[in-house]
């Protein structure tokens, strides 16, 4: 690489190889690849030495990679979940939408808040982040940039550029389907499958995956007929009580964030056509009449990030609904069966505190109570899994 007038040639630094990947390996660019060379020395790590690989996911593609990513950026949480679980922690920068840290605290893991970390803010994306962080890795999908329509300034070129200059992207919208999503959806076990590839993590990604398959075999073999099985009306943190706007949600719907909820069996008290329509009202509400509401990302949303605040929680969801005309007939506040729900963003370490979550806030005699103020922790019954199983493999101890 020509570096000054006379064209004294230096060896790629490893940043170099980052921005130019296989132009730099092979004399020849790859058009959308970026390869990383170079094995890092990691002594704790479960990865075993290897040469070039290749890690795919779509929208992306396949990328070839010779080195494994040390630093990385996610839009959402689940991203860093999974990071996280594969051994990754102290590679990660900042986030869009993160996780409470709270949520990790049963694993060992110290997680800042967002307040401490570089702003990244997907309704006004800034390119000098991507520059200032430098990242070895972009897990986001790609397309999530330039096709939410949240900042008009951002385009597909701007992506381009972040992708070729910076890092290169390593991500699909997993959360849930959206209108521009057209591609394939992961679920979560499908992505995390993806990025074991991309971090040379096999061993704590099939540790986790034989600790999910047991969850769920245990999940099944307690479950009630479907009969007997709840419908909630599950309503996005973003409703407003107090004006009488709701944004009803589909427990059935594709995306990792349903998860807990699908594997539980929790049907929907709403129609497609009311998920559809947006928006309900206090009199839409009440011809639903649901036995249980349930607030969406309701466990992360109230109580600063440091924990669920049950007060918070009934000033900003239940007592407007009790002192409301119409919402105070509704079986489910007449009976105080409106509840915090899962958070949405989820990796597979949160999603198995979240099933488990969810499997006592509907099936108490079967799991055992729970008790919001005292999440993460679950005192009494029977766990759906080891946390210290968990808290080990993360820690490589496989």
Not at 345 to 374: C, K
Request: charged share 25%; aromatic share 12%.
């Amino acid at each position: 690489m020509a570096t000054d007038e006379t064209e004294t040639t230096e060896a790629p630094t490893r940043r170099d190889y980052v921005k130019y990947g296989g132009a730099l390996a092979a004399g020849a660019a790859v058009a959308g690849c970026s390869d990383l060379l170079g094995q890092r020395d990691d002594p704790e790590s479960t990865r075993t030495p290897s040469e070039r690989y290749e890690a795919c996911i779509e929208p992306v593609g396949c990328q070839t990679f010779e080195e494994v990513p040390e630093t990385y950026i996610v839009n959402n949480g689940e991203w860093a979940d999974m990071a996280f679980a594969l051994g990754q922690r102290d590679g990660f920068q900042t986030a869009a939408n993160m996780i409470p840290g709270y949520l990790f605290e049963p694993f060992g893991l110290d997680v800042p808040p967002e307040s401490e970390t570089t702003s990244l803010s997907p309704s006004n994306w800034d390119k000098e982040v991507f520059y200032e962080q430098d990242p070895d890795v972009i897990l986001m999908d790609p397309n999530y940039m330039h096709k939410t329509g949240w900042d008009d300034a951002w385009d597909e070129g701007d992506t381009e550029e972040v992708a070729n200059a910076v890092a290169p992207f390593f991500g699909n919208n997993i959360l849930r389907r959206r209108e521009w999503h057209d591609y394939k959806l992961y679920s979560l076990y499908e992505a995390f499958d993806r990025l074991a590839d991309l971090f040379q993590e096999r061993a704590r990604y099939e540790a986790f995956a034989d600790v999910h398959e047991r969850v769920q075999r245990e999940i099944d073999s307690r479950l009630p007929p479907e009969s007997q099985r709840p419908d909630i009306a599950l309503i996005n943190s973003a409703s407003d009580p107090s004006n009488g706007r709701f944004y009803p949600m589909d427990t059935r719907a594709e995306g990792v964030e349903m998860k807990p909820y699908r594997d539980l069996g929790v049907g929907s008290a709403f129609s497609a056509d009311h998920v559809e329509a947006g928006t309900i009202d206090y009199e839409g509400l009440l011809e639903v009449d649901p036995e249980i509401i349930v607030v969406h990302w309701g466990i992360g949303t109230t109580g600063g990030g440091d924990g669920f605040s049950r007060s918070a929680f009934r000033e900003q969801y239940v007592e407007p609904m009790e002192d409301d005309s119409v919402g105070s007939q509704l079986t489910a506040v007449r009976n105080g069966r409106v509840y915090p729900g899962a958070f949405g963003s989820q990796g597979p370490i949160v999603n198995f505190l979240q099933t488990e979550m969810v499997a006592r806030q509907f099936y108490p005699d079967t799991f055992g109570e729970f008790d919001p103020t005292l999440f993460p922790a679950f005192p009494g019954g029977d766990g759906l899994f080891d946390r210290d199983e968990v808290r080990k493999i993360i820690d490589g101890d496989i």
